[in-house]
């Protein structure tokens, strides 16, 4: 398998710390909530984790059974946009039933208004 050369591990290196302080910075700007941001600081960290230890993504390439890194890298990107369909789509589920309660709290509200005006 063949090793990561300098300028890749650099760059890789420099934007899985990027993509980390990016989310903080949002995090901080209240532009991201930070129970939606764990998983993109916990990909971040894996990011920065791999660059730093390669040889543990040699092992993880060759526990998967990929052909190269660059397969088992592709396999975590495709499991982590996974994760976040699901995270997503868990919240989109709760807010839509938060949302059918407050209209239908809002009907009854407003029934028993027009009742006491009547």
């Known amino acids: 398998m063949a090793e990561l ?4 591990t650099i760059f890789a290196l420099v934007t899985s710390l ?9 995090v901080r700007r209240r532009r991201l ?9 916990l ?3 894996v990011m920065v984790l791999l660059v730093a230890w390669y040889k543990l993504l040699i092992v993880i390439t060759r526990v998967v ?5 660059l397969n088992t890298l592709l396999l975590c990107a495709v499991l ?4 976040i369909a699901v ?3 868990v919240i989109i589920s709760r807010l839509t ?3 059918k309660n407050l209209a239908q709290e809002l009907a009854l509200l407003s029934t028993r208004l027009e009742e006491r005006r009547n």
């Open 5 to 8: 050369t300098l300028h890749q």
């Open 18 to 26: 990027l993509a980390f302080l990016f989310v903080l910075e949002l």
């Open 33 to 41: 909530r930070e129970e939606y941001s764990w998983l993109w600081l």
């Open 43 to 45: 990909t971040a960290g």
């Open 65 to 69: 059974g990929a052909v190269t890194p």
């Open 80 to 83: 982590f946009l996974f994760a």
């Open 87 to 89: 995270h997503y789509s």
């Open 97 to 99: 039933t938060q949302v």
